[in-house]
């Protein structure tokens, strides 16, 4: 989102408004501008219930203005966020003994941080603990400040207060008020001048803003108060963050306007964006444009999927990414020179080549949905984070920005959610982006899928299993494994492909490996990429007596187990569609048997309005001294409710029941 905000700068144009509005300046101070803690505060007495907590957070208050500056003719944003913790573990105190404050463009403007220790000590922090770094991915600045001398059952308070200029993204924001830690006394508030209206909007069960207008100094005051807040963490098949109360805000309108034109809508968004993203500067760009789709070699007669795969195979290989942010990477025509490129840089090299092409595409913005949901119906700039480019006549995405991914095939949680499709519109001789908020559909469940062959054997001591393995991937399946392979040196290669085997047999040794597929831009949603071996394994087979135990299970690999202690919180959420098949072909030693076979029948099935969604399914048939088993285990739907989660489980459990099975052979 940052490379969209960094090219949005209307917010001044609606700012030179202010400049006759110097009357809201109560002394040119903002609300919290004498904000302090309570001087003499004594420790905080601890709950019996919260006491075996790893902390515990006792206010956790967030205050926020947009706050006209008289001297500076101009708004400006004054954060101030005020936290008492007390640290009921080693692990608490190793996890918060650092602050860190996000400063962007901004100052900080005060830091006040005590500690008490648990005989009721009280330290004030020296300010020379306090260090400036930066996230290289983002590019973003912290302030971080260490706090010493802190230990299990000490209680840590700090506040501080940021100011930030008003532009490019930062008229608006989002607060989370739950986290995974058990939380009381919380505050959100958002001031603003009267006449500018922010709209706050609660997520996942948070109670609804309140405004208060405060006519004599004119202002807008919206606020959340909560007495207490439960914790909220990951839980196995789900996201917690997504489902954390929250609330996000947006300035919306200028009530002073003489219109009640609603600001930063998604229409605005996709104008902005297809005029960045998809389009050519100047004379220069368009050149080395040329030049660079000159060399895909586009044919005629190529159909739009072999232009879209020329395309797509050619920048994901000649043009090397960079997460800088800086300009250069961005302009076609230093990208041309230099052959290097960072996300906006791919993407404006994508759209505007697509253009050449002649192909019909949408830009698509959506945001990590383990992160977040992208909310439809409120147009929270925020959520446009991650870049897909959609194929309305092949209904396929391409991810343009990560070469690991190709066209077909996106990262699983960037689907399954809300995205803003902007197609190209022209109308006369203008050209823009019309944008909609629709749904990016997941890839089917057969379109993901791991496939295990396997013929076994015991060998002549009856030590081992000897093995012959076909072990099949496709789909988003394939991707973390197959994609990574090319770039791989020989010796890597080998040692990737042997962890992967490794998961069925800690303790073979495995020969003759061949791979099929293998190649870069493989289309995984057509080829099946595989890896075919030959191993013996002396860990599936135990002897006890004159009996041999068989752990056929363990030729699936390890699976997934859901144990339920505590009460599930969260619905299921999975990453994507997939599917799993097994056939195991088992020839049984002249001479022996296996009575317990039927140990081999499962039967788990959740389906759901007559509609597939889950099961585990496997049985066996005998042909002499062969035995085959047929395993087919499905989960064809992304998102299950929370009354549906016992059946989920079950279905889960089920792989990991066949996983134990054992089989007993002994002499007939």
């Known amino acids: 989102m940052n490379l969209i905000k960094s090219h949005l700068f209307f917010v001044a144009l609606l700012f030179l408004t202010l400049c006759s509005f110097s009357a809201l300046a109560d002394g040119n101070k903002h609300q919290y501008a004498d904000y302090d803690w309570e001087e003499n505060r004594q420790k905080t007495k601890i709950p019996s219930h919260l006491e075996d907590e790893v902390s515990v957070v006792f206010l956790d208050k967030n205050m926020i203005e947009y706050f006209y500056l008289e001297e500076e003719e101009n708004i400006v944003l004054y954060k101030t966020h005020h936290v008492i913790r007390w640290l009921g573990s080693t692990d608490a105190v190793e996890r918060y003994n650092a602050i860190f404050i996000p400063l962007g463009e901004g100052t900080l403007e005060k830091l006040k941080v005590r500690s008490i220790s648990p005989d009721g000590k009280v330290v004030i922090s020296d300010q020379d603990n306090l260090k400036e770094i930066k996230d290289e991915e983002s590019g973003r600045g912290y302030k971080m400040f260490a706090i010493e001398g802190i230990e299990k059952g000490s209680e840590i308070e700090y506040f501080y207060t940021t100011k930030e200029p008003v ?19 919380i505050l959100f508030e958002l001031i603003s001048p009267s006449f500018l209206d922010f709209e706050v909007k609660s997520y996942n069960g948070l109670a609804d803003v309140e405004l208060t207008e405060d006519t004599e100094n004119e202002k807008r005051i919206q606020r959340i108060e909560v007495d207490s807040i439960t914790p909220l963490n990951d839980e196995p098949f789900a996201y917690a963050d997504p489902n954390k109360m929250r609330v996000d805000y947006k300035l919306a309108y200028n009530l002073a306007a003489n219109s009640r034109q609603r600001f930063y809508t998604f229409t605005d968004a996709a104008r902005q964006i297809y005029s960045v993203f998809c389009q050519t500067r100047d004379k220069k760009e368009e050149k080395a444009l040329k030049k660079i789709y000159k060399g895909v070699e586009i044919k005629d007669k190529d159909t739009e999927e072999n232009k879209i795969r020329k395309i797509e195979n050619y920048l994901k290989v000649k043009v090397q990414g960079t997460e800088s942010p800086a300009a250069d990477f961005s302009n076609i025509e230093e990208i041309e020179k230099t052959k290097i490129a960072n996300e906006r840089g791919l993407v404006r090299l994508f759209t505007t080549m697509l253009e050449l092409a002649d192909v019909d595409y949408e830009l698509v913005l959506t945001v990590d949905r383990s992160d977040v949901k992208f909310d439809a119906d409120f147009d929270y700039w925020g959520n446009m984070r991650e870049f897909l480019i959609y194929f309305p006549n092949t209904k396929k995405y391409l991810v343009p920005a990560v070469p ?12 399954a959610t809300n995205g803003l499709f902007i197609r190209r519109m022209k109308v006369g001789e203008q050209i823009f982006g019309m944008g909609t908020v629709r749904t990016i559909e997941p890839l089917e469940g057969d379109q993901n899928f791991s496939n295990i062959h396997i013929n076994m054997k015991f060998n002549e001591d009856m030590d081992a299993i000897e093995s012959e393995l076909k072990y099949g991937f496709g789909g988003l399946s394939a991707v973390g494994i197959q994609s990574i392979i090319p770039y791989l040196s020989e010796e890597k290669r080998t040692e990737m492909i042997e962890n992967v085997l490794r998961g069925l047999s800690a303790d073979a040794k ?4 061949k791979l099929e597929n293998e190649k870069m831009n493989t289309d995984l949603l057509e080829n099946e990429f595989a890896i075919n071996t030959n191993f013996s394994s002396k860990s599936w087979v135990e002897k006890a007596g004159n009996k041999y135990l068989f752990t056929i299970g363990k030729c699936i690999g390890p699976q997934s187990e859901l144990y339920q202690e505590k009460e599930r919180k969260l619905a299921v959420e999975n990453g994507h569609n997939r599917i799993y098949k097994r056939k195991l072909i088992f020839e049984i030693p002249e001479g022996y048997q296996v009575k ?33 088993v047929d395993i087919f285990e499905y989960y064809y739907e992304i998102y299950l409710s929370l009354e549906d989660f016992e059946e989920y489980r079950k279905v889960i459990n089920a792989a990991a029941d066949f996983n134990k099975i054992v089989l007993v052979v002994e002499k007939k």
């Open 167 to 185: 532009f490019g993204g930062n008229q608006e924001g989002r607060e989370y008020m739950q986290s995974g830690t058990f939380t009381q006394n």
């Open 596 to 628: 317990n076979l039927d140990d081999l029948k499962l039967n788990i099935i959740f389906d759901k309005e007559n509609t597939k969604n889950c099961g585990f399914t496997s049985d066996y048939k005998q042909k002499g001294n062969t035995i085959t």
């Open 404 to 415: 690991l991914y190709r066209y077909g095939i996106v990262p699983d949680t960037w689907t």
């Open 510 to 513: 495995f020969e003759n490996i």
